[in-house]
């Protein structure tokens, strides 16, 4: 911590918004960016910005296990509370939840993950001297105000215009007094500076970050994406399977039935291709094996199409906010001959696992006639993949 400030802000993260504009169900404040959930990026900044002591995250009551997991990186106190109804009555509950002993307020959105240290600090420093501080930018557009019908009514001057960000800070008296007028007027704001400015408070307007940009609708997710393409990580993941031959099983491979006078002997369908391959994505994404998700003991799986497995495999990845980049899979096979098969093997595997056939390469080899898949007592295959965090 810097020896020269004390910590004197409580700060306040606001993830209870629904996330209705963003297209999805799941709340956008714990969608994966760059490799951690969006709520987790400004948690930091804020943790470690040493003018704060305190955080209280505010969520939606149904995210709150998920939003627990995430405080323990945290390093100072961190408390969860539920929302409400509106965004004053969050910013009011995570208040009212922090320690009396902050005299200062730090007010923060959580979709608004790339806030800098920079500008915490600087919105502490100015609410510090001020009374009351928010992160702003000078627009950038001409704005209009538009009147009821959708007609211009005027143009204000540029110049004088700023987009307002977060973080907003304020002395904690002072917002206080203004919730309570607030209130009392039956009034609800949606921007804290605007519940200060109607008690008649002035605030600075402090140098934002253009970055610092809030995700509303799906195209500022892919600009944030963008932002922080160089903090992403690429993964490789690898996978090995083997099954043994037998008489009286069909011969799968990648989905491809193949004709031949053996089959390979397993639960489901014995797909060593697709189960190597399946373990390699598993592998890069460090979420365990196939036989840990689709368990051999499990009645629902004798029998199963491999492929549909290695779907769902691809599925919790992308779930988990990984992207597939390509697969390398070889078979280790003594007979029958591979080759003809091989393109609608690489179809199969980028079908089931949405790549094209181009990034899917399948390869097969003999292994000269030695060990058990020379003897022709079974077939091996391994994979490799990379896997890149979203
Ligand atoms: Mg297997």
């Known amino acids: 911590m810097d020896g020269e400030k004390t910590p004197c802000f409580g700060a306040v993260l606001l993830g209870a918004g629904n996330s209705t504009r963003m297209g999805g169900e799941k709340s956008k404040v714990l969608e994966s960016l760059g490799g951690k959930p969006v709520l987790a990026w400004s948690l930091q900044v804020l943790g470690e910005c040493p003018w704060v002591g305190e955080v209280v995250l505010v969520c939606r009551e149904e995210d709150r296990p998920a939003v627990e997991a995430l405080?323990?990186?945290?390093?100072?106190?961190?408390?969860?509370?539920?929302?409400?109804?509106?965004?004053?009555?969050?910013?009011?509950?995570?208040?009212?939840?922090?320690?009396?002993?902050?005299?200062?307020?730090?007010?923060?959105?959580?979709?608004?993950?790339?806030?800098?240290?920079?500008?915490?600090?600087?919105?502490c420093r100015d609410a510090?001297?001020?009374?009351?501080?928010?992160?702003?930018?000078?627009?950038?557009?001409?704005?209009?105000?538009?009147?009821?019908?959708?007609?211009?009514?005027?143009?204000?001057?540029?110049?004088?215009?700023?987009?307002?960000?977060?973080?907003?800070?304020?002395?904690?008296?002072?917002?206080?007094?203004?919730?309570?007028?607030?209130?009392?007027?039956?009034?609800?704001?949606?921007?804290?500076?605007?519940?200060?400015?109607?008690?008649?408070?002035?605030?600075?307007?402090?140098?934002?970050?253009?970055?610092?940009?809030?995700?509303?609708?799906?195209?500022?997710?892919?600009?944030?994406?963008?932002?922080?393409?160089?903090?992403?990580?690429?993964?490789?993941?690898?996978?090995?399977?083997?099954?043994?031959?037998?008489?009286g099983r069909k011969l799968i491979l990648a989905g491809v039935e193949i004709p031949f006078e053996k089959g390979l002997l397993g639960h489901s369908d014995a797909d060593v291709v697709a189960h190597a391959v399946a373990d390699a994505l598993l592998g890069a994404a460090a979420l365990g094996d196939i036989g840990h998700l689709f368990p051999d003991t499990d009645p629902q799986y004798q029998?199963?199409?491999?492929?549909?497995?290695?779907?769902?495999?691809?599925?919790?990845?992308?779930?988990?906010?990984?992207?597939?980049?390509?697969?390398?899979?070889?078979?280790?096979?003594q007979r029958p001959k591979i080759a003809p098969y091989i393109l609608e093997m690489r179809e199969n595997l980028g079908k089931a696992c949405g790549l094209p056939v181009e990034r899917v390469s399948v390869k097969a080899t003999t292994e000269e006639g030695l060990g058990f898949t020379?003897?022709?007592?079974?077939?091996?295959?391994?994979?490799v993949c990379l896997v890149e965090e979203t």
Not at 101 to 116: K, Q, S
Request: net charge negative.
């Open 303 to 333: 029998g199963a199409d491999s492929l549909a497995l290695l779907g769902e495999v691809c599925r919790v990845l992308r779930e988990k906010g990984f992207s597939l980049g390509n697969l390398d899979v070889t078979l280790m096979a």
């Open 71 to 123: 405080a323990g990186s945290c390093p100072v106190p961190v408390q969860v509370v539920a929302g409400g109804a509106q965004r004053q009555d969050s910013v009011a509950r995570g208040v009212e939840a922090l320690s009396p002993r902050w005299e200062y307020l730090l007010i923060h959105d959580g979709a608004r993950p790339l806030v800098t240290r920079e500008v915490t600090d600087a919105v």
């Open 128 to 247: 510090m001297a001020f009374g009351a501080a928010t992160a702003a930018v000078p627009s950038k557009d001409t704005c209009k105000l538009g009147d009821e019908e959708g007609f211009v009514e005027s143009t204000p001057p540029r110049e004088r215009l700023w987009a307002v960000q977060t973080p907003q800070a304020f002395q904690r008296e002072l917002y206080q007094r203004a919730l309570s007028l607030a209130r009392e007027a039956g009034q609800s704001y949606t921007d804290d500076c605007q519940l200060v400015e109607a008690a008649g408070c002035r605030v600075k307007l402090t140098q934002g970050d253009y970055r610092n940009l809030k995700l509303t609708t799906p195209e500022d997710r892919l600009a944030a994406r963008a932002y922080t393409k160089g903090e992403r990580t690429m993964r490789v993941g690898y996978g090995y399977d083997v099954h043994r031959l037998v008489e």
């Open 374 to 383: 020379g003897s022709g007592e079974g077939m091996s295959a391994a994979a």
